[in-house]
């Protein structure tokens, strides 16, 4: 499979504890876009990397949020001490130019 | 502020009829468009982008149409099958010359009755 994989594709996790993403984009795609979507509504931007910068971030965002991604290939978006607000879809996204991204399948978080 | 966003949230088409979905975009400075198939449990599927130097663009089966004068898109499926029932979302992407940020509506789920 060459498109963008995540993992894990469901997470179910306890208030206050942290949880991780692995997204793995489209080989030699420079730019990996991560976004969270809650029910009924559309994606929503979090962060963007090109290459291993981390070169935006959105306001959704919070501290709680970290992003990486060390060699420019794999990322990992983490969540610290997790609330039920948290619960959702996040998604991610590469491309190589910019222009259009191709999406992962996502993970299902929920917050208990 | 910028939003972008779909005129219906719901659509129920007979199979085989053409299907149109709507989708308004407020800011004038957006250059590029893209629609967006969601299944349910999937990531969104890429299929069918446009320039803001276009006003139509055809693919296999879909097509979609811009004006830029009224700021809005759509798009058409022709023949609409019941593989096309999903949620559909116009994006806006202000192209690789910035962040290539994605600003999504909220979507039309479409309905293909048999």
């Known amino acids: 499979d060459t498109g963008v994989s995540q993992d894990p594709r469901h997470k179910i996790t306890k208030r206050g504890q942290n949880v991780t993403f692995r997204c793995d984009p489209i080989?030699?795609?420079?730019?990996l876009y991560w976004y969270r979507q809650t029910l009924g509504q559309g994606p929503e931007f979090l962060t963007y990397?090109?290459?291993?910068?981390?070169?935006?971030k959105s306001r959704l965002l919070s501290d709680r949020f970290s992003a990486e991604r060390p060699k420019g290939s794999f990322s990992t978006l983490e969540i610290q001490r997790t609330e039920q607000g948290d619960s959702a879809m996040y998604l991610c996204?590469?491309?190589?130019?910019?222009?259009?991204?191709?999406f992962g399948a996502g993970t299902r978080l929920s917050v208990l | 502020g910028e939003s972008v966003g779909l005129h219906l949230p719901t659509l129920s088409v007979q199979e085989g009829d053409n299907s149109i979905i709507n989708c308004a975009y407020s800011?004038?400075?957006?250059?590029?468009f893209i629609w967006y198939k969601q299944e349910s449990g999937k990531g969104p599927q890429f299929i069918i982008d446009?320039?803001?130097?276009?006003d139509k663009r055809q693919g296999q089966r879909v097509t979609v149409l811009l004006n830029k004068t009224v700021k809005h898109l759509s798009l058409q499926i022709a023949a609409t099958q019941p593989g096309d029932s999903a949620v559909y979302f116009c994006?806006?992407?202000?192209?690789?010359?910035?962040?290539?940020?994605?600003?999504f509506g909220q979507g039309t789920t479409l309905q293909v009755k048999p």
């Open positions: 990397f090109q290459n291993e910068a981390q070169l935006e």
């Open positions: 080989s030699e795609h420079n730019r």
């Open positions: 994006a806006e992407n202000r192209g690789s010359g910035n962040t290539g940020k994605l600003i």
């Open positions: 800011n004038s400075a957006s250059d590029y």
């Open positions: 996204a590469s491309t190589p130019l910019g222009d259009i991204q191709y």
């Open positions: 446009i320039r803001s130097n276009m």
